[in-house]
């Protein structure tokens, strides 16, 4: 069976991602079968040594016959290195483009330790290729620069070199069509370009340990906006709100508070979303709640954790009956409570000087990745 869905999943590496999309290879209808969610999620982390042992581990007669076939695919893939994206690209340089970052996903996942000699060679296979030499003088946004460039010369949208998590990155597009809105937001107005991407032949490291089942949806520069087409429709909520208005959000921010923090962008986007939402508030809240952690560093589920609290806490002292329950709170007073917390943050903000405050909280984050922090 092939179902389409969309997940909601935030990473919180270097850069930020609005989506996933999910294609084929879900659960069967089959009796016999088994989830593959808690062996997806382990190669969303890059664990791949730990799915091919989850593989080994399954019993052959619980699994159905498309899940035999998949089994067979990971041993190729990361057993073996073969069932390559980069087999399907007829471009030639492009192909080995592609490559080359295949060949650095699979050392790199599968010897984690061995990470930065990966890293080492990827760099010197992509100065041979392209013949763009990346020395000191040369910054690594510089560098990603010209080799995109160079990759549009031949005919191919990508965005390379960046980091998702802790591995480098690879999407590249062949069809990529540029919209314009102006995205209504809680007091302003904000206008954007998006490019909508579609015809990809690469969906990152992502894409590659889950056989694009599940990648990224799109992202954000502080230029424009970036999202797959197929992964959404574009009438809907998810889309209008939850993408448009969300990276809106950081796009006026940017300009308001530049040295603003990932954390504290996060935190007023989402706030935003659920002030703009008109159906989703309950389906965002539960979201933002399952995936909220109290973690310096990480973006998301920190802003998901302060976010979660504070909206209990002015639940507790302004809506009578609150019992904790999110299903019990009417859409009007989650809209308002959010209203109401994305004011006091604004004011801290500004208090503290719109121009240099980092983070209304106590933490300092890092940005490890300087060519990559454009797309947080
Ligand atoms: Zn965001």
Request: overall charge negative; hydrophobic content about 40%.
């Amino acid at each position: 069976m092939n179902q389409k869905t969309i997940l909601k999943i935030y990473l919180c590496g270097a850069w930020v991602f609005a989506l996933m999309a999910a294609t084929g290879a879900c659960a069967q209808d089959h009796a016999t079968s088994i989830s593959l969610e808690s062996m997806y999620a382990k190669c969303l982390q890059g664990q791949m040594n730990d799915v091919l042992e989850w593989w080994d581990q399954q019993d052959h007669d619980d699994l159905t016959d498309d899940q035999i076939a998949l089994r067979k695919r990971y041993e190729s893939r990361f057993v073996n290195g073969k069932d390559l994206p980069s087999d399907h690209i007829s471009h030639p340089e492009i192909a080995q483009l592609q490559r080359s970052f295949e060949r650095y996903w699979l050392s790199a996942l599968i010897h984690p330790d061995e990470v930065d000699q990966a890293e080492r060679t990827l760099a010197k296979e992509l100065e041979t290729l392209s013949g763009i030499e990346h020395g000191a003088q040369m910054s690594p946004d510089t560098f990603k620069v010209h080799l995109e460039a160079w990759a549009l010369d031949r005919g191919y949208h990508a965005l390379l070199v960046g980091k998702t998590a802790h591995l480098r990155d690879c999407f590249i597009w062949k069809v990529d069509s540029v919209a314009r809105y102006t995205i209504p937001l809680v007091q302003d107005t904000v206008m954007v370009e998006v490019h909508l991407m579609s015809d990809f032949l690469s969906f990152g490291w992502m894409g590659f340990t889950t056989f694009d089942r599940t990648h990224a949806g799109g992202w954000a520069t502080r230029e424009a906006l970036f999202a797959v087409k197929e992964s959404y429709d574009l009438e809907s909520e998810s889309y209008q709100v939850s993408y448009l208005c969300h990276e809106g959000q950081h796009f006026l921010d940017y300009q308001h508070f530049p040295r603003l923090t990932g954390t504290d962008l996060e935190y007023r986007a989402k706030l935003v979303e659920l002030i703009m939402a008109q159906e989703r508030h309950h389906i965002l809240l539960q979201h933002f709640q399952t995936h909220a952690a109290d973690l310096p560093g990480q973006h998301h589920p920190r802003a998901n954790f302060l976010l979660t609290t504070h909206l209990q806490q002015w639940m507790r002292e302004q809506v009578a009956d609150f019992d904790g329950d999110w299903n019990s709170v009417s859409k009007a007073d989650i809209r308002k409570g959010s209203l109401a917390l994305l004011k006091a943050h604004t004011k801290l903000l500004n208090a503290l000087g719109a121009d240099r405050v980092e983070s209304a909280w106590d933490i300092p984050e890092k940005v490890e990745d300087k060519s990559a922090a454009q797309h947080e």
